[in-house]
């Protein structure tokens, strides 16, 4: 059975951090490429940072330079640092795995951004 569960979700004031994780059980996760998405409420999800499996790494413009994926093949875990927080960047966020066609997502957290 296929899991990705995310945590690190919760409110923070604008110019905070937080860190999310991604924890990934029943995947080959050494293979996957790995993916955070977001969605704001009334838009569509998009896509904020990937991670293949060799460790590359492309973010979109807006996070660029306060956002950094990672992962951790050992623990089958990617993880999303966001810092220097934006009202912008409120959504829920999900995590991506991909390897070849089939994809698999989690149930999301929540990041508000807010004073």
């Known amino acids: 059975q296929v899991q990705l569960v995310e945590s690190g979700g919760g409110l923070v004031q604008p110019g905070g951090s937080l860190r999310l994780s991604c924890a990934t059980s029943?995947?080959?996760?050494?293979?996957?490429?790995m993916g955070w998405y977001r969605q704001a409420p009334g838009k569509q999800r998009d896509l904020v940072a990937s991670i293949t499996s060799g460790g590359s790494t492309n973010y979109v413009e807006s996070v660029k330079g306060r956002f950094t994926i990672s992962r951790d093949n050992a623990k089958k875990t990617v993880y999303l640092q966001m810092n220097n927080l934006k009202s912008e960047d409120t959504a829920v966020y999900s995590c991506n795995a991909r390897i070849d066609v089939l994809g698999y997502w989690g149930q999301g957290t929540q990041v508000t951004v807010s004073s």
């Open positions: 029943g995947i080959a996760f050494n293979f996957a490429a």
